[in-house]
């Protein structure tokens, strides 16, 4: 009886999905692209891909509220 091809079939390899890493933890004070560069933030929460790269909020002392940013948007800063 020949071999069914059907039976030796290797089972097809997937590559496995590894969660994206924030870069930057609570805490944190970052630099927002696009405000001034003296203007520091700190990080107050990670949040989740919101479909364009991972996100996160900040707050200036100064300012009475949070805002939401994309990664790519913020910079690494030293607190003065």
Sequence with gaps: MPDNPQTHRRPQVRPVA???KHK???????????KSDDTLFKVTRLLPDGGTGLQYRI??????YERV???RLLTAAARR
Excluded at 59 to 64: D, T
């Design 24 to 34: 930057f933890a609570a805490g944190a004070y970052v630099i927002l692209v696009g």
């Design 59 to 64: 707050k200036n002392e100064q300012e009475g």
């Design 69 to 71: 940013a994309v990664e």
């Design 18 to 20: 590894t969660a994206a």
